[in-house]
C-alpha cells in the first residue's frame, strides 16, 4: 500500500487504499486468514498532507492479523519528493503494539544505524539508496579500482537470470555504479545504449 505509481492508484491499487481504513482491514484479514505465512503490510503516512491518517491506518491493521508493518514516512501525494517524515514513523513504532520496520531517506550504512536506534522500530528498509551500492548493508565500500569487477558479476548474475533482458535491467545499476568516476557523464551515455555484455565490459575498461 506504499505504491504511489499513478497507473497502479488509478485502478484503486497501491497508496489509495490509505484512503479507507475499513477496507485496508478486511483486506489485511482476508489475507492474514488465508495463509499459514506471517503477513506483512507496507504504508505511507495518509494519501497527502490534509489526509495523514495513519493512526486509524495501523489500527486497522492490528486488528488484521498481520505480523508486522513497514512504514514509508511520505505521504502518497510527496511520492518521493521532500522528506521522509521520521517523527511520526518514531509516533508509530512507540505507540503501536505491532513490530515496526521504518523506510524513507536512509542513504548510508550511518543513517540506517542513526535511525535504527533513535526511532523505536524494530528495523529499517534502504531501497533507492542501495541501488549501485549494496555494500551500503555492510558498510565497507571498495576501492573505485574493485567496483568494476562487481558491476561484471553483478551483469552477469543479471543475464544468467533474465537472459538479455538482464542487460537492460542493469543499466540503472550501471549508471548509479560509475558514480564519482572521471568522465562519469559520457561513460553514463554510453552505458544506457550498450545491448551486448560485451559492449558493457568494454566499456567498463575504459575507465
Known amino acids: ?19 479507507d481504513p475499513a477496507i485496508i482491514e478486511s483486506l489485511a484479514s482476508a489475507v492474514a486468514r488465508a495463509v499459514t505465512i506471517p503477513v506483512s503490510v507496507k504504508i505511507r503516512i495518509g494519501w497527502d498532507d490534509q489526509h495523514k491518517n495513519y493512526t486509524d491506518i495501523v489500527h486497522a491493521l492490528e486488528n488484521s492479523g498481520v505480523a508486522f508493518i513497514s512504514v514509508h514516512g511520505r505521504t502518497r501525494a510527496q511520492k518521493f519528493s521532500g522528506l521522509a517524515d521520521w517523527d511520526i514513523i518514531a509516533q508509530i513504532a512507540q505507540n503501536s503494539s505491532l513490530p515496526v520496520i521504518g523506510n524513507g531517506d536512509i542513504r548510508s550504512h550511518e543513517d540506517a544505524l542513526y535511525r535504527l536506534g533513535s526511532s523505536g522500530c524494530r528495523a529499517v528498509m534502504i531501497g533507492r539508496a542501495s541501488v549501485g551500492n549494496p555494500w551500503i548493508f555492510g558498510n565497507e565500500a571498495p576501492a573505485l579500482g574493485d567496483i568494476i569487477g562487481i558491476m561484471k558479476t553483478h551483469l552477469e548474475l543479471m543475464v544468467d537470470f533474465y537472459g538479455d533482458y538482464g542487460i537492460i535491467l542493469m543499466r540503472k545499476h550501471c549508471v548509479k555504479y560509475i558514480h564519482g568516476f572521471d568522465n562519469a557523464a559520457k561513460v553514463r551515455t554510453e552505458l ?16
Open 1 to 19: 500500500m506504499g505504491c504511489c505509481a499513478p497507473k497502479v492508484c488509478a485502478g484503486g491499487g497501491g497508496a489509495t487504499l490509505l484512503k
Open 192 to 207: 544506457l545504449k550498450a545491448s551486448a555484455v560485451a559492449d558493457v565490459f568494454a566499456i567498463l575498461d575504459s575507465l
